[in-house]
C-alpha cells in the first residue's frame, strides 16, 4: 500500500478503495484467522470505488450529449435547456 491510508482517503477515495480491497484479499490468502467474510468484504470495498467512477461516467455522458445537442440545434428553447443541463451537471 502506498502512504497512510487515512491521508489517502481523504485525497483519493477511489484508489483508497482499491488499495484496501487488495489489502483484504491478501490478509484473506494470507491466512488471517479472524472471522470476516474477506472476500465479500473486499467486493464490497472494490465497489465503493467503482461507484465514483459510473457517476463521472454518466455525467459526463449528459455534458457531452447536451453540448452537441447546443452545436446542432439552431431552435431557440432547447439550446437553454441543454445549456442549464452542462452548467449543472459540470
Known amino acids: 500500500m502506498s502512504g497512510h491510508p487515512a491521508r489517502l482517503y481523504d485525497e483519493d477515495f477511489v484508489r483508497w478503495a482499491e488499495e484496501q480491497a487488495a489489502a483484504l484479499r491478501q490478509a484473506s490468502g494470507d491466512g488471517a484467522n479472524l472471522p470476516l467474510d474477506w472476500e465479500n468484504l473486499a467486493e464490497e470495498i472494490d465497489s465503493l470505488g467503482r461507484a465514483p467512477r459510473r457517476e463521472l ?27 442549464e443541463t452542462v452548467g449543472r451537471e459540470r
Do not use: F, Q, Y
Not at 452545436?71 to 428553447?77: H, V
Open 57 to 83: 461516467r454518466s455525467r459526463l455522458a449528459v455534458i457531452i450529449e447536451h453540448l452537441i445537442k447546443l452545436e446542432a440545434s439552431s431552435a431557440a428553447d432547447p439550446r437553454r435547456g441543454s445549456a
